[in-house]
């Protein structure tokens, strides 16, 4: 059972509130960008290129321009006239808006259809008439990286090689002397395949320019509203749109998960197209445009090796990747972490050697790099360790649950400085792994193993310990094009004492509007009930960074606990002038100050906040309000210790999960129903690239499951039903000490469901196998050893 | 080129000159101005613009809107008054079934129909039964407890607990 300070009925944290909400969803009554719908709107459909790499000779739109009711069709010539055609991406690379002369991946933008209807747009774009003349493209990243691959980024001058970037980390020469001495090295080459998020919402927006106020409205599904304002403004400003007449709004949002995290073109080219035609413009993609064309996750080609002894100590860890971009680099990442947060891939263990490196290539497939539920990386990183910890284990015969027991790093050793620099927190690693232990009975399950396998019956258990980052970030190292990655709140207490709090975050169903309203309840003691949460229109809110990478509750909802506190304080002042007592005399309880010793002499806070505005202390500044921009002094480290239970059929290769526990740490919770649903969530799109999930290319480019159809997304027939628990170690450096959980599961879940396979396999000599694991993948593996 | 029909919504009759090849989806969206049916994909594969068509949960995407004459529609803006929740949407509600909300009315249209056919559903049924009806964001764990509490109020028995089961 969770601890609760205040009552139900102000339900601050640890209450499982029901969600604020949920009300207007489940009436239909929710506000998604293509529920929007303005005066004189018109519409937007994209011309979207058939081929991987192609000159393009001529783009003839007269019979699209004879269809009634399209009004034109925009191409990069067109843009380039405002120099409006290229763009930046938030790594600082460059990006076409639209092209003026070449195509650098299948499903690109090659020009706009605005029509009067979303039909006439359509009916326009099939008669967009496009002549190409097609080029060989680079589609398997290693190719890309030898001398003799054409240099596909010709725009850059003096570019000679698809190479992007080299990053590196760690103790180099130590980790080649560990290895080079170690009893014990073990080595697997993994790739984590590019995904796509498929939030169920497609991006899409209403760009609303009105000329005869030069102001631009923008309705659009982002996850980051005030970043992008920003953007915009450094895109456009050029031709007059200066930040102050830029108003985005991000409506409710039909899930994000990072891929409502960049710009895309559509955006920008729908800007355009209302500037032009000073007329509101909608852009909806449709899901085969989302699949095709938006930002990816994923694609690191990962070698994993660890040294160690013979029995069981983890020395040292080596990772060497090769980076897929597609054709810019358009990850999300902070500026100074072109990796992200890989390098918290030495995991949860106490081991002081480590060296990674990572190596950026361009092909020609879409852009990208964003996360997919997670925070910047760690979903690779995490899988790299605990594939290869267990590899380890299998190597020196001893029981993965023992290795790791043996190398986590204790409890009482934290704040512990990783090889890579990281602080870590707070976290208890063994409570963990015993509490999900004890709940499958690990022993018992070991026991029943070796009998099945003498019935020749494949089972398998996996394990997955990690280690999360998460609330980017401290403002000395952490930014985004320049911005710091701090985060906002502002607290409004209106005379009746009920309160608006606005968030530079924006939930994309996270239940914001729920647990930021306990967070201040928990501090002002007015029920969350009375507190209204607004996010999404920089015009009312405070700048942010916004919602991704599980940072909203490290940084916004420290900025709801710090910016209460303000308030509490001036509620102590007024209090003690009310009560005619010093502020020392007073006591605090959920909801009152009263003075010590006499309970009757009290004021709760609606009658304080009553008196802020009509009988304040002379000189006091009037009302009950208050802003805090949140700097965090450092991340925290959420965990989670995960056992997922496989049977495999040999003769099918049917992978069966029977059980998955997951056990999560993350620190204080403020909604427990909330955080329970997140790691639910989580773990279903944990499973989905362990499983199902993989976007794949030919060699020609073409994307080969490019729909719904054939992009496996699970249902609630493959989606297990996850069991679960948590541990509580709060972070010590965040005011209520809570960590963010969201992207745990999604991190933590693919390595437990590998390693269980891996695990049902083993007796055969399989010792390693490449997500998503598919029934045709472990009956291949298995005919090659000859099992069927 | 337009069709007349005439369709009944949520109990309101509608008569409208349609193009053939305008979709139900569309013109339960746009023509009727009804917004709680969402779009998800172009496949047919997502079921976020689910309704009932003759009480039959159908994928109104894959309709043409003049399919529908004649017939009578339920969306999510028909299922309750806007004050009121029903065993379904209070299920969602109650067992935190929903997080972004935007398969949320496809997925209660569907177990509306399920419910219909099935009144106490296993757990695996109901499973099996939305298997139609993509979720990103919930897990599906908490949409078969909610739909487990509908059919638990719509037979008059005391629904499970609703607080969160920790192991
Ligand atoms: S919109 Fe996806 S099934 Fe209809
Ligand atoms: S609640 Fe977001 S898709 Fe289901």
Redesign the pocket.
């Known amino acids: 059972m969770i601890e609760c300070k205040t009552s139900k009925a102000i339900s601050g944290m640890g209450h499982s509130m029901k969600r604020k909400e949920d009300g207007r969803f489940l009436h239909g009554q929710g506000n998604y960008v293509d529920d929007i719908k303005l005066p004189d709107m018109l519409y937007m459909d994209i011309v979207r290129s058939p081929y991987a790499y192609a000159k393009i000779k001529n783009i003839d739109s007269t019979a699209a321009l004879a269809i009634p009711g399209v009004l034109a069709v925009i191409t990069g010539k067109d843009l380039e006239q405002y120099n409006l055609h290229w763009m930046p991406t938030l790594m600082s690379d460059t990006q076409m808006v639209l092209p003026t002369d070449t195509v650098m991946y299948q499903a690109q933008e090659v020009c706009a259809v605005i029509a009067t209807s979303r039909y006439a747009a359509r009916d326009g774009r099939e008669a967009v008439k496009v002549s190409y003349e097609v080029m060989k493209p680079v589609i398997d990243p290693y190719k890309a990286m030898d001398a003799s691959a054409p240099v596909l980024r010709t725009d850059k001058e003096g570019k000679k090689d698809n190479h992007i970037w080299h990053w590196e980390a760690g103790q180099k020469e130590r980790t080649e002397k560990i290895f080079a001495e170690a009893e014990v090295v073990v080595k697997e080459q993994m790739h984590i395949p590019r995904i796509h998020v498929s939030s169920i919402e497609t991006c899409g927006c209403v760009a609303d320019y009105h000329k005869v106020n030069n102001q631009l409205n923008m309705y659009m599904t982002t996850q980051a509203p005030h970043a992008i304002r920003t953007v915009i403004a450094l895109v456009a400003g050029h031709v007059g749109l200066t930040e102050e007449k830029i108003r985005v709004i991000s409506p409710d949002i039909g899930g994000g998960f990072g891929g409502k995290v960049p710009v895309y073109p559509g955006y920008v080219i729908a800007i355009a197209a209302s500037f032009l035609i000073g007329q509101p413009v909608k852009w909806i993609e449709d899901?085969s445009e989302n699949l095709q064309a938006d930002s990816f996750a994923r694609d690191y080609h990962i070698t994993a090796e660890m040294a160690g002894t013979k029995d069981g100590k983890i020395l040292a860890t080596r990772f060497k990747i090769l980076a897929d971009h597609g054709y810019t680099d358009a990850s999300a990442n902070p500026s100074k972490f072109p990796t992200g947060m890989f390098s918290i891939g030495t995991g949860s263990y106490d081991y002081d050697t480590s060296f990674m490196e990572c190596d950026a290539v361009y092909t020609n497939k879409p852009p990208g790099g964003v996360a997919y539920r997670c925070s910047f990386r760690v979903t690779e990183a995490v899988h790299a360790i605990e594939r290869i910890t267990d590899r380890f284990s299998l190597e020196i015969g001893k029981d993965p649950a023992d290795v790791r027991m043996q190398n986590f790093i204790k409890k009482e050793d934290f704040p512990w400085k990783s090889p890579m620099g990281w602080e870590y927190d707070s976290g208890d690693y063994h409570a963990g792994l015993k509490l999900a232990m004890d709940t499958v009975d690990y022993w018992g399950l070991r026991k029943k193993q070796a009998e099945m396998r003498k019935e020749g019956k494949l089972m398998g258990i996996g394990i997955s310990t990690f280690t999360e980052i998460v609330g980017a970030g401290p403002s000395k190292d952490f930014d985004i094009l320049g911005i710091k990655m701090f985060d906002s709140a502002e607290i409004r207490v209106h005379p009746t004492g009920k309160a608006i709090a606005r968030f530079g975050t924006k939930s994309q169903g996270q239940g914001h509007e729920t647990t930021y309203a306990q967070i201040i309840a928990e501090v002002l003691g007015i029920p969350a009930e009375n507190i209204q949460v607004e996010e999404g229109d920089t015009d009312t809110a405070p700048y942010g960074l916004g919602t991704y990478a599980s940072r909203s509750t490290p940084t916004a909802g420290a900025a709801a606990a710090v910016a209460a506190r303000k308030l509490k304080d001036k509620a102590r002042k007024i209090a003690a002038y009310l009560l005619e007592v010093s502020e020392e005399d007073l006591e605090w309880e959920p909801g009152k100050f009263f003075v010590k010793g006499a309970p009757e002499k009290v004021k709760t806070i609606q009658e304080i906040v009553f008196a802020s505005y009509t009988n304040f202390p002379q000189g006091m500044e009037a009302g009950f309000e208050a802003t805090h921009y949140y700097d965090p002094p450092n991340l925290t480290f959420p965990s989670g210790a995960y056992i997922c239970v496989v049977e495999v059929d040999k003769e099918t290769g049917a992978i069966d999960v029977k059980r998955f526990v997951a056990i999560d740490d993350c620190g204080n919770i403020i909604n427990p129903m909330i955080v329970q649903g997140q790691v639910h969530g989580g773990l279903t799109q944990g499973i989905a690239p362990a499983m199902y999930e993989e976007l794949i290319y030919d060699e020609d480019g073409n994307i080969l499951n490019g729909t719904?159809m054939d992009y496996l997304v699970p249902t609630a027939v493959e989606s297990p039903s996850w069991e679960t628990g948590h541990t509580v170690t709060p972070s010590p450096h965040h005011p209520i000490g809570a960590k963010g959980v969201g992207e745990s599961p999604t991190v933590g879940a693919p390595p437990a469901i590998a390693n269980a396979i891996v695990d049902a396999l083993s007796p055969y000599g399989i010792t390693h196998m490449e997500i998503p694991i598919t029934p045709f993948k472990v009956w291949k593996a298995l005919k090659e050893k000859g099992v069927v | 080129m337009t069709k007349h029909i005439k369709i009944t919504v949520n109990g309101t009759e509608h008569e409208l000159d349609v193009e053939p090849r305008l979709l139900l989806?569309h013109l339960i969206r746009e023509n009727l101005a009804m917004t709680g049916t969402?779009?998800?994909?172009?496949?047919?594969?997502?079921?976020?613009?689910?309704i009932l068509m003759d009480g039959k949960s159908v994928?109104?995407?894959?309709i043409l809107a003049v399919q529908a004459n004649g017939k009578n529609l339920t969306t999510i803006e028909g299922v309750s008054a806007e004050n009121e929740y029903n065993h379904l949407q209070e299920g969602f509600k109650e067992n935190h079934g929903l997080h972004c909300g935007f398969c949320t009315p496809g997925m209660i249209l569907r177990a509306t129909e399920l419910l219909e056919n099935n009144p106490d559903p296993t757990e695996e049924e109901i499973r099996w039964g939305i298997s139609g009806n993509l979720c990103r964001c919930t897990g599906y764990n908490n949409i078969v407890k909610a739909i487990k509490y509908a059919s638990a109020k719509n037979r008059g028995i005391e629904p499970a607990s609703t607080e969160p089961e920790f192991v």
């Open positions: 899901r719904l | 989806v969402h779009i998800g994909c172009d496949t047919t594969s997502c079921g976020a613009c689910t994928k109104s995407c894959t």
